[in-house]
């Protein structure tokens, strides 16, 4: 385990790194972060068919998201275990407005137009976990049964808003992040085997409750190959992609399956797939590797947290960082479902970009605003 | 909510927490295991497999279909071409609303109302990328007409394609054939490699029998396509290798007199260079304009053309085996000079009939008061047919089939754009094969002596009789009839000139007999009392012929025909073969004209006319 930063002075770090401190932002993070955005951007050239104008917008928004991060970074984070309750249902109050007259994008209702095009969805990412945090955080830990159960429908609720847009990807990844809080709060095992059990016995109700699109997908993955053209298409696709691209890959931009499009979405839940093409086994591997560091990193930051909000909302959050690497990769080479999750930096678009950054803002303010006490 | 509120034991709880921590970082690892050992199976494991896929993904070969050879006459007339057609072709994906489009395509004029059904089904049998050819053949009216309007129909263009064209329409149709849509039945015996992309194939004569030179081979583009088989780059090309230009012999003035003089009548006309075999003169009538099978007949103007009792698509002069008459003679004399017949240095006396000894039968002669004391030189230009009843009945059969089958009758010969009708030359043997009731198997000596008119059971077609008068001409050398002169390779300009053939001569014991024969022959024209002494006036050249005029309808015992009685299709084929210039003969040619009458009096001076254009160029 690293010792907390702090106690070894600033003196020890480079002017660099000191400035960041004294900008309330972590070094390490940054730097694994620095480098997955900037791999991300080369990726995204090639994977938009040498989009120059896609970048630019995705540059931008990586611009955007970095404010944002900078911004949560210098907030005290008992203030924001302050505000989360606030957020939170105020959140809730804006998923109910989209459900009644929110915009239609991409075949279901997402979209607050508040000046700008908004997804209240993905401040509920941050919300939902702070939300929880706040209820535990003066609580003798592990949580008791009725205050689980509490959570439970704090989580239950925008989930099940969102999986009515419809958005199932968000929906999983909210309820993941929630579940999250639950584990880290130190639940017993025997209620994590329960539930379990419990959500197994439920899956023929959820298989009843789900799109016709998103059992399609379920199906699909079970046999691709039945609808190549159809539903099909997207796994086939991706594991042609990957598979093609063997141990070296085909080299950046001669990844035919994304250049020439065969590859749908490949600038956006897709885009891992053209790493895979283009850079092989060894890109993928790599690219991994930095996401484990960036969780290890947040992993880190949490343990070393002095109060249970911090702690808990950093550990969720990282949690929740991996599960979106996690579902990702596992949906593009077919181990997954086809469940609307981009690639966590990588792929191109919205509202994600800020949300994440905003995330790693949040973990650096946990890092950097902590009372420095001897241990 | 929970008032019992436990003290909180901060260490225990970030002991509880930590532990959780550790447990989150082994599932990821173990699930970061799973991804990257899928990762392994895909990317090393199957990375052949997938990358083979993704070959199969992006390249497409179009193929580049071939141009089509030309077709030249001997002049190096063209008739047969590729001319650029003008099509109207509809690109789905690019089309705003199609309904809409085709609706204001039709309300200009530039796609008929009985159309847009087929041409509906047509675009939802292809994909939305490809482009559809709505309708062809434009005229440039239409063409300029739709220039104007283009900026309002986005999706829709005109191009080009190279179409098959006739530009002598009717005149040699049946010499040439056509080109058409590649049949089912075609597809079967086709090698497809080398038809990938063409539309059409040669279906009959010329286009069919030399479809492997003139179709030439398609070449290909190795594209790289995206996901919608947009072409997105040009990897290889490998040309099309363009279809030999065929030379035919044939002479097309000496083709339109023939054919303008069978119009509006059933017939064919056959002229060879006797020299080597060459084909000048290849006619059918009627005929039929090749460019309509190009285009593409309604089913309407098909069945027309197939219902038609003047049967338009027979080829007649390949097909049609016709009682050849008279025409025959001048074989049937070489063989009694042959024989040393003793008709052949005597006269014989002609009273308009003979019977056969012991058998009150009479066989009549065309003049009936007859031809009076008559030698084989007056017989063959007043084409007595007494002499040769007499004549057959010493000969015998045997010797009669034999002589014919040496000038190429009854057999096929071999012409380089068959199947041809082989023809008939009866044998006894044939008869006792052909016939079931024993009592007809046996040969009649009554059917001998009507053979030796050309009639009874004996047929040619025109070209096996162009094909014996140009034997004479030549004095027994014979030669394989062929069309095509030359193929020529579009690439290097070079000619590979096609060597006649040259078959068993018929061979003469006395040279002489040859020019007691030509000069019966020529007697046809230039004797007072010749049979064809009319079409022989003013001529430039001398000329060799014999009339022919074969019975279709057999005439009762006792009985007098008249001509005006019988129904047209009743009456007599006119039949006339002839050759020129008789000292150096270079066309020989066989006129058949059906139900004509008169062999000397109708297909005479077809075979004049036909004559004359070849010999004289186009100054005549």
């Given amino acids: 385990m690293m010792s907390p930063s702090g106690r070894r002075g600033a003196q020890s770090y480079g002017t660099t790194t000191h400035l960041l401190r004294r900008m309330h932002l972590d070094p390490q993070l940054m730097a694994g972060l620095l480098v997955v955005l900037a791999l991300g951007m080369f990726v995204l050239f090639s994977a938009s068919g040498n989009d120059a104008d896609l970048l630019v917008g995705h540059v931008a928004r990586i611009g955007l998201a970095a404010l944002v991060m900078v911004v949560v970074a210098q907030i005290n984070i008992a203030w924001m275990r302050r505000v989360a309750p606030w957020v939170y249902f105020a959140g809730l109050a804006m998923l109910a407005l989209v459900l009644a007259i929110g915009d239609v994008g991409g075949g279901a209702q997402r979209w607050l137009d508040i000046g700008v095009r908004f997804q209240p969805s993905e401040l509920m990412k941050l919300a939902v976990p702070a939300m929880l945090a706040w209820l535990l955080h003066d609580r003798a830990l592990p949580p008791s049964l009725l205050l689980t159960a509490g959570m439970l429908l704090l989580i239950a609720a925008p989930v099940g808003m969102i999986a009515l847009q419809p958005d199932l990807g968000t929906a999983i990844l909210i309820g993941l992040t929630g579940a999250a809080v639950i584990f880290l709060a130190g639940i017993g095992i025997r209620y994590i085997v329960a539930a379990t059990a419990m959500a197994f016995a439920a899956m023929p109700l959820l298989w009843y409750l789900m ?59 897709f885009i891992f797939a053209v790493i895979g093409e283009e850079f092989g086994f060894i890109g993928v591997t790599l690219l991994l590797l930095l996401y484990l560091l960036i969780i290890a990193r947040g992993f880190v930051i949490a343990a070393a947290a002095q109060d249970t909000f911090s702690r808990l909302l950093a550990g969720s959050i990282s949690v929740t960082f991996f599960f979106y690497v996690f579902v990702n990769t596992a949906m593009v080479t077919g181990l997954l479902p086809v469940v609307g999750v981009p690639l966590p930096l990588v792929s191109a678009g919205g509202t994600s970009m800020v949300t994440l950054l905003a995330g790693f803002g949040i973990l650096m303010s946990v890092q950097t605003h902590r009372k420095l006490l001897p241990r | 909510m929970d008032y019992t509120r436990q003290i909180k034991d901060h260490w225990r709880e970030q002991r509880l927490f930590t532990r959780r921590i550790i447990a989150c970082s082994v599932i990821a690892v173990l699930l970061s295991g799973t991804v ?34 030309l077709i030249f006459d001997r002049n190096q007339n063209i008739l047969a071409e590729n001319t650029p057609s003008y099509q109207l072709e509809v690109t789905p994906e690019q089309v705003p609303d199609l309904e809409d489009t085709l609706t204001r395509l039709e309300s200009s004029g530039l796609i008929k109302s009985e159309s847009t059904g087929r041409i509906r089904n047509l675009i939802a049998s292809k994909r939305r990328f490809d482009s559809i050819p709505i309708r062809q053949g434009m005229s440039d009216d239409e063409v300029a007409r739709f220039a104007v309007l283009r900026p309002y129909f986005p999706g829709v263009e005109i191009r080009a394609r190279l179409a098959r064209y006739y530009p002598y329409g009717n005149i040699a149709a049946h010499a040439l054939g056509y080109v058409s849509g590649i049949s089912a039945a075609d597809q079967e015996m086709l090698d497809p490699a080398e038809y990938a992309g063409s539309a059409y194939i040669g279906k009959v004569a010329v286009e069919r029998a030399f479809e492997p030179d003139l179709h030439g081979l398609p070449g290909h583009q190795d594209v790289l396509v995206n996901v919608r088989g947009r072409m997105m780059q040009v990897l290889d090309t490998e040309l099309a290798v363009p279809g030999r230009d065929l030379i035919l012999s044939l002479d097309i003035n000496a083709q339109m007199t023939a054919e303008a003089e069978l119009e509006g009548r059933r017939g064919a006309v056959v002229a060879i260079d006797p020299s080597n075999g060459e084909i000048l003169v290849f006619a059918s009538a009627p005929g039929f304009d090749p460019n309509g099978f190009i285009r593409g007949l309604s089913r309407e103007e098909f069945r027309t053309l197939q219902n038609d009792a003047d049967q338009p698509l027979f080829n007649r002069a390949l097909r049609g085996a016709y009682p050849p008459g008279s025409t025959i003679k001048p074989m049937l004399a070489l063989a009694g000079l042959e024989q040393n017949s003793s008709l052949a240095t005597q006269r014989v006396y002609c009273r308009g009939y003979y019977s056969l000894p012991g058998n009150p039968h009479r066989y009549r002669d065309w003049k009936p008061e007859g031809h009076g004391l008559i030698n084989l030189h007056d017989a063959v230009a007043q084409s007595c047919d007494t002499y040769f009843y007499e004549m057959a009945n010493e000969l015998g059969i045997d010797i009669i089939s034999r002589t014919l089958m040496d000038f190429g009758l009854g057999t096929s010969t071999d012409i380089d754009i068959g199947p041809e009708s082989n023809g008939l030359v009866p044998t006894r043997e044939w008869k006792r094969r052909n016939f079931s009731a024993p009592e ?113 309808f057999s005439v009762a015992q006792n009985e007098t025909y008249n001509k005006e009685e019988l129904a047209e299709r009743m009456r007599d084929h006119a039949l006339f073969v002839a050759f020129a210039p008789v000292e150096e003969p270079r066309i020989a040619v066989a006129v058949i004209v059906e139900n004509g009458g008169s062999g000397s009096g109708v297909a005479g001076p077809v075979a004049r006319k036909v004559l004359d254009t070849y010999l004289g160029g186009a100054a005549l």
């Fill in chain 1, 211 to 269: 799109h016709p699109y998103q059992k399609q997908r379920v199906l699909t993955l079970l046999d691709p190959e039945k609808d190549p053209l159809g539903a099909g298409y997207h796994i086939i696709q991706s594991k042609i992609a990957i598979g093609s691209g063997g141990i070296f890959g085909k080299g950046w931009l001669n990844g035919s399956q994304g250049q020439l499009e065969f590859l749908p979405e490949r600038s956006t839940d």
């Fill in chain 2, 440 to 552: 007809d198997q046996i040969w009649f000596p009554g059917e001998t002596v009507i053979t030796g008119i050309g009639q009874g059971y004996l047929l040619a077609t025109p070209l096996q009789l162009a094909h014996a008068t140009a034997t004479i001409a030549a004095r027994g050398k014979r030669f394989r009839p062929s069309m095509v002169q030359g193929i020529r390779d579009p690439m290097t300009g070079a000619i590979a000139q096609r060597q006649p053939r040259e078959l068993t001569p018929v061979h003469v014991s006395n040279a002489s007999n040859w020019d007691q024969i030509v000069s019966a022959m020529e007697a046809v024209i230039t004797d007072p009392r010749g049979t064809a002494r009319a079409i022989g006036m003013d001529a430039p050249w001398s000329i060799a012929g014999k009339s022919g005029t074969a019975q279709v």
């Fill in chain 2, 36 to 69: 990257l050992t899928r990762l392994a199976i895909l990317q090393l494991v199957n990375a052949e497999y997938y990358a083979a896929q993704s070959q199969g993904n992006r390249i497409r070969v179009q193929p580049l279909p071939p141009a089509r050879g």
